[in-house]
Structures are given as C-alpha cells and as structure tokens.
T-cell receptor
Framework: DAGVIQSPRHEVTEMGQEVTLRCKPI?????LFWYRQTMMRGLELLIY????????DSGMPEDRFSAKMPNASFSTLKIQPSEPRDSAVYFC??????????????FGEGSRLTVL | SQKIEQNSEALNIQEGKTATLTCNYT??????LQWYRQDPGRGPVFLLL?????KEKRKERLKVTFDTTLKQSLFHITASQPADSATYLC???????????FGSGTRLSIRP
C-alpha cells in the first residue's frame, strides 16, 4: 500500500492567492483528518470526515478555509485568499475505526505551505 | 475546554536509561489514548493505543500506562537508544471514530 498521499509537498505562493492541497487516503479507510502544524501551535485538527461526510469542522480557522471529500479516495483543503499566517505544514491522515487497528491514524508526509 | 499537556521542556536522557514521558488531560474522559512518534520533516507515526479499561500496554521496549483517575498516561522507553530521539505526541479520543486531538509533544534526545 502506498500510504496516504499528499500533494503538493511544497507550495510557495503570494498573499491573496488561492491554495489547494490534495489528499488520497489509504484505500478502505473511511475516516479522514486534516491537521495543521506550526512551531507555535503544534498539531491542530482542522476538520475530519467519516464516510466522506464532514463531522467536525470547528478547527477550521475562518471562512477562508474550506475542505471537501467528494469520494472515498480524494479530499481537498482550500485556502482562499491565502495570508502569510497560513504558512504551516498541513497533514492529511486516514484511519479505519472499527477494525483491529481501532482508529490509529496514518499520516501523509505533509504539504509545506509558505505564503509570502 | 479540553486540554492536553505534555512535558513542556525537551527531555535529554543518557543512552541505556529509561525515558518517561507524561501526558495529562483535563475536561476529558477519553476511551482511548494513542501515542505517536514524529521525526523532523515527517508525519507522525502511530506507536501504541491503550483503552480505558487497560492499565498497561507493552510493545517491545515501549510501555504505556493509562490512569483514568489521575487523567494521565505515561510513556516509557526502556534501554533507550539514540535512534529513539524524536518528538512524541499523545492523543486521547472518545471513540475510535471521533476527533483525535494531539498534545503539543515532547522532544526526546538520547545522548550516546
């Protein structure tokens, strides 16, 4: 299994531009999580989906952030317009609660976003 | 609000000794608690999960305890090695399908 795949790995953009981060979860996993990590705030949960349905988006910082999961094998996190304070590493993780693994998360390698 | 606290300072341990990391939580009654390892530039990697009805869990040189009365989990690495140097994160959750929030992590350094 290829694991959780995120793209792009690195993104440098200018303030005001739209940014789209992509995630392909592990096949068969039915939960997907988006996290943001910075030195100051650590690993923050932004939103998570169960069976493609957003369950809790209380961590999404503001209306500039949106996330979708149109099918079981793809999710996007969009920032529009982007701001310098959005600079961080964004992680996607998937899990399969209910099986023997009992919900442990499998993380992608992250997308490092720099907004100038 | 829910709060998760881990050793705020980095932990420096001599090789061969036991490293003990602490995870305290408040305003929370998790049914599960997970521990992850994160290396620089990489995503966190799952290590162990312990359930509320389990007092202790072991995996090779790793041991996790879960005290629901003290609202605390301890993570032990015995016979520590320089390769164990990393940041370790704890993550309590209510159920296997619920939101998983992480503590701030403890950076562990094992010196030869």
């Amino acid at each position: 299994d290829a694991g959780v795949i995120q793209s792009p790995r690195h993104e440098v953009t200018e303030m005001g531009q739209e940014v789209t981060l992509r995630c392909k979860p592990i096949s068969g996993h039915n939960s997907l999580f988006w996290y943001r990590q910075t030195m100051m705030r650590g690993l923050e949960l932004l939103i998570y989906f169960n069976n493609n349905v957003p369950i809790d988006d209380s961590g999404m910082p503001e209306d500039r952030f949106s996330a979708k999961m149109p099918n079981a094998s793809f999710s996007t996190l969009k920032i529009q317009p982007s701001e310098p304070r959005d600079s961080a590493v964004y992680f996607c993780a998937s899990s399969s609660p209910g099986l023997a693994g009992a919900g442990e998360l499998f993380f992608g390698e992250g997308s490092r976003l720099t907004v100038l | 609000s829910q709060k998760i606290e881990q050793n705020s300072e980095a932990l420096n341990i001599q090789e061969g000794k036991t490293a003990t990391l602490t995870c305290n939580y408040t305003n929370y009654s998790p049914a599960y608690l997970q521990w992850y390892r994160q290396d620089p530039g990489r995503g966190p990697v799952f290590l162990l999960l312990i359930r509320e009805n389990e007092k202790e869990k072991r995996k090779e040189r790793l041991k996790v305890t879960f005290d629901t009365t003290l609202k605390q989990s301890l993570f032990h690495i015995t016979a520590s090695q320089p390769a164990d140097s990393a940041t370790y994160l704890c993550a309590p959750s209510y159920s296997s399908a619920s939101k998983i929030i992480f503590g701030s992590g403890t950076r562990l350094s094992i010196r030869p």
